[in-house]
């Protein structure tokens, strides 16, 4: 499903994209994220809440095979995806909270991942042999921290340099799921054509449905709409590389395959579904921002009587 270099050269890909991430980041964002902690608790809230326990519902409601299940739930685990940044700032979200809620949903995800996996998979019923061993995801994501570190230390030292980093990391997350899609595809459309539509609609469902309920979770813990498109656009985007990297190291062979196809399958189709929704959200926006205006020209108007 992935060849060796697709792998070295995803892995590669990674690092570079935690590098800009990094970057994105100062020590001041995290004082003011817990000093001000409530709209990134929401997200947490809604990332390791909803994402996983809807991974394992489409599982067990699909009656998907033990390696489909464990994709599938894995995917629910994984941290928020760095593209979702880009995705916030199209849409005319709040950008800051973007950020911090990918840098701390990829630190959380340290002890959140191996606890969540291991829990939900345990109450799926699934069989040692498809085990995700926590020492892997750990081995992945401190990996991945170093390259996020640096860039922090980078962005200190030289706000320019920093900022380029930071510019390229955003754009090569998006980078990443086009290159699967332009060496993938082509290579694998027999699998395509055959795979069931449940699968499908899993893979999509994931996002979509995250997006719907981290929005009116959102909405229920009073956050603004603005904040509440934020984070449901946090919520639904998941970090697909990072499963796949997971997968690749822990399984081998036909295993490792069978499990790939929902991790792939995700990354494939959350670029289609997020700009779908980055354009409702932009619109929405758009229309908000019009009635503010008009409501203080209203006033103006009013007062000047």
């Known amino acids: 499903m992935l060849t060796e270099f697709e792998t070295q050269l995803l892995g ?9 991430m990094g970057a994105s980041l100062t020590y001041r964002d995290f004082l003011i994220a817990f000093r001000k902690p409530k709209g990134v608790l929401v997200g947490l809230v809604c990332q390791y809440g909803i994402m996983p326990f809807l991974g394992f519902t489409l599982a067990i409601v699909l009656n998907f095979p033990p390696a489909l299940a464990v994709g599938l739930i894995l995917m629910g685990c994984m941290p928020g995806g760095t593209t979702s940044n880009i995705f916030a700032y199209f849409s005319k979200g709040v950008l800051a909270l973007s950020i911090m809620m990918t840098s701390i949903s990829t630190l959380v995800a340290l002890v959140a991942v191996p606890a969540l996996l291991a829990f939900y998979t345990g109450v799926a019923g699934i069989g040692s042999e498809f085990a995700v061993p926590a020492s892997n995801v750990a081995q992945v994501l401190l990996v991945l921290l170093v390259p996020t570190i640096i860039g922090m230390v980078t962005r200190k030292l030289n706000p ?5 980093m ?3 990391g ?12 332009v060496t993938w595809v082509p290579r694998n459309h027999m699998l395509l054509a055959a795979t069931p539509f449940s699968v499908y609609f899993a893979v999509i469902g ?14 229920l813990l009073r956050q603004d709409r603005s904040r509440s498109r934020t984070i449901a656009l946090e919520t639904g985007i998941q970090n697909g590389p990072l499963a796949v990297l997971i997968v690749t190291l822990t399984f081998t062979g036909t295993m490792q395959q069978d499990v790939l196809l929902i991790p792939v399958l995700y990354s494939l189709f959350i670029v289609i579904t997020s700009t779908i929704v980055t354009l409702a ?3 929405i926006a758009d229309r908000e921002a019009l009635a503010r205006d008009q409501a203080k020209t209203g006033s103006v108007l009013q007062a000047g009587r």
């Open 166 to 168: 930071e510019l390229i």
């Open 12 to 20: 590669l890909m990674m690092m570079v994209i935690m590098l800009g």
């Open 281 to 283: 959200f932009r619109r």
């Open 160 to 164: 320019n340099i920093g900022a380029t």
């Open 206 to 219: 994931l996002g979509l449905i995250g997006m719907a309920l981290g929005f009116w979770l959102s909405r």
């Open 170 to 181: 955003s754009f090569m997350g998006v980078f990443v799921i086009l290159f699967l899609v």
